[in-house]
């Protein structure tokens, strides 16, 4: 099975860029990667995934890297409400089974 | 569109009790699946279902249980309850499971 990981914990300055890596050096070619978000006392929120490209939407943008065993979520100007743990998770596919393979995620701190 | 909603949104037990928690998905989505999420071990993946059929399974004792309906509206038990069952308990619905999935707000559940 895939697994990722990610670093612990990151601050960034409002207003800047938040660069949020991960690795997932174990993915086969048909696995996407996904990212979520969980703010305290929610549950996650999706906010993009992407399987070979470079991948943008109105919240961030996913870069993988051309050989896949990485990628970066940006956020392009953090905001306080980006306080949150960020999630980066392989899609398994076998057949009728998918499930996602999640781990402790990234606490993103957003200072003012 | 509603969201997914989960209920209730607390709840406290005793050790050797059950407990059943409820979940509806969006409408139209005919995957709902279940995740445990504790501090120490984020979140775990429990079940799937889809089109009233256990899909996948997670690595969880046979305590846990679950079950979906015509209506795609699903429901979890976990017999004799244990201290370490103490948790918020997620639920997520999708079109056809595996893909974007939209998480309602879960259940705290205490064990005591």
């Known amino acids: 099975d895939a697994k990722t990981t990610q670093p612990p914990s990151m601050d960034c300055a409002e207003g800047r860029a938040a660069n949020l890596p991960c690795n997932h050096s174990t993915i086969s070619g048909n696995e996407y990667v996904y990212w979520y978000r969980q703010i305290h006392s929610q549950g996650p929120q999706y906010i993009i995934h992407?399987?070979?490209?470079?991948e943008t939407n109105e919240m961030a943008s996913l870069i993988i890297t051309e050989d896949r065993k990485s990628s970066t979520l940006i956020l392009p100007h953090a905001t306080l409400r980006d306080t949150a743990v960020y999630y980066c998770i392989v899609l398994l596919n076998a057949g009728n089974n998918r499930k996602l393979i999640w781990g402790l995620g990234t606490s993103l701190a957003v200072n003012p | 569109k509603a969201g997914v909603t989960q209920t209730p949104r607390y709840l406290i037990k005793t050790r050797g009790q059950q407990v059943t928690l409820s979940c509806s998905p969006i409408?139209?989505?005919?995957?709902v699946s279940w995740y445990q999420q504790t501090p120490g071990q984020g979140l775990q993946f429990l079940f799937e279902y889809f089109s009233e059929t256990q899909r996948n399974k997670g690595n969880f004792p046979g305590r846990f249980s679950g079950r979906q309906f015509s209506n795609s509206r699903s429901e979890m038990n976990v017999s004799t309850l244990e201290l370490g069952d103490s948790a918020l308990y997620l639920c997520?619905?999708?079109?056809?499971?595996?893909?974007?999935?939209?998480f309602g707000s879960g259940t705290q559940l205490s064990v005591l």
């Open positions: 992407g399987l070979k490209n470079n």
């Open positions: 997520a619905s999708s079109l056809q499971g595996g893909e974007k999935l939209f």
């Open positions: 409408s139209g989505h005919r995957s």
